[in-house]
C-alpha cells in the first residue's frame, strides 16, 4: 500500500486533482443588458409610432397637393431620438467574462485574462458597482478588470467564490456587499474545455521556460506553473505541494 503511494508521487506525469484529470472547465458569461426591458420596448414602440405619423404628415400630404403639416418635422426628428434612445438603451457595451480554473479574464473574441496566481487584489467598486480584479496578465502586464455587478451579478457571484478558496488574503470586499452578491449558481454562464497549457510558461520560482509538459507542475490552487525541480514544498498562494 505504501510502495504504491510513492510510485505515484515520483511519476512524471503533472500532479492534478481529480476534478483537473476530469477537465478543467471556464464558465462564459454574457452581459444582462441592464435597462427595463419593458422601457426598451415601450420606448421602441411610441418612438416607430411617432416616427411614421410624421413622415406621413410630411410626405403623405404631397399626394393630396397639400403642403406638409408645419408639425411634421419636428414628428420624425423626436420619433427618430425616441427610437435611437430605445436602441443605445438595450444593447450592452458590457463584454463577456470567462471564469474558471486559469483565473478571471475580459473576453471580447482576445481573451484578457489575469491567473488566479498574478492578482494583486480583489476589491468593490462602490462608484461604479463593482468588483474590480487588479493584477497582471501572462505577459506581465498590469491588468485591472472592472466588472460590473448590474450586467455581470452571476459571474461576480462565481469570481468571489472562487477567489475566497483560491486567493483568501487578496480579497478584500465587504461583508454587507459580499453578502448582497450572493452565492454562485451552479448552472449559470456557459461551460467551455479549458486545458491546462503549461509549454512556453515560465516557472514562478526559477524563471526556467517549460519545454516538456511532464516538466511542469501546477499548482490546481492558483494555476501557477513551476519546474519539477524548482518546485517548492509550498506554494505562493499556500497550497502544498506535496499534499496534492
Ligand atoms: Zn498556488
Request: include cysteine.
Amino acid at each position: 500500500m505504501a510502495s504504491k503511494k510513492t510510485a505515484r508521487k515520483d511519476s512524471a506525469t503533472p500532479r492534478t486533482t481529480k476534478k483537473q484529470a476530469q477537465g478543467r472547465i471556464d464558465r462564459r458569461f454574457l452581459p444582462v443588458p441592464t435597462a427595463n426591458p419593458l422601457l426598451v420596448r415601450g420606448l421602441f414602440g411610441v418612438g416607430s409610432m411617432v416616427l411614421g405619423g410624421g413622415s406621413f404628415a410630411y410626405f403623405g400630404r404631397r399626394y393630396q397637393e397639400l403642403q406638409p403639416h408645419p408639425w411634421a418635422f419636428w414628428m420624425m426628428a423626436s420619433g427618430f431620438v425616441v427610437v435611437a434612445l430605445a436602441v443605445w438603451l438595450g444593447t450592452s457595451s458590457e463584454t463577456a467574462v470567462r471564469v474558471g480554473p486559469a483565473g478571471v479574464a475580459e473576453d471580447r473574441g482576445e481573451l484578457r485574462r489575469v491567473p488566479w496566481w498574478a492578482i494583486e487584489k480583489v476589491t468593490y467598486q462602490e462608484s461604479s458597482n463593482a468588483l474590480v480584479v487588479a493584477g497582471k496578465d501572462l505577459s506581465g502586464d498590469h491588468t485591472t478588470l472592472v466588472i460590473g455587478l448590474a450586467p455581470h451579478k452571476p459571474a461576480v457571484a462565481h469570481i468571489l467564490a472562487e477567489a475566497m478558496e483560491r486567493i483568501p488574503s487578496k480579497v478584500e470586499v465587504p461583508e454587507d456587499v459580499a453578502k448582497e452578491i450572493g452565492e454562485p449558481d451552479p448552472y449559470a454562464g456557459m461551460k467551455i474545455q479549458d486545458p491546462v497549457r503549461v509549454v512556453g510558461r515560465k516557472c514562478r520560482e526559477s524563471g526556467t521556460t517549460i519545454t516538456v509538459e511532464t516538466d511542469a507542475r501546477v499548482c490546481v490552487q492558483c494555476d501557477a506553473v513551476y519546474h519539477r525541480e524548482h518546485t517548492p514544498a509550498v506554494c505562493d498562494c499556500g497550497a502544498r505541494f506535496a499534499a496534492l
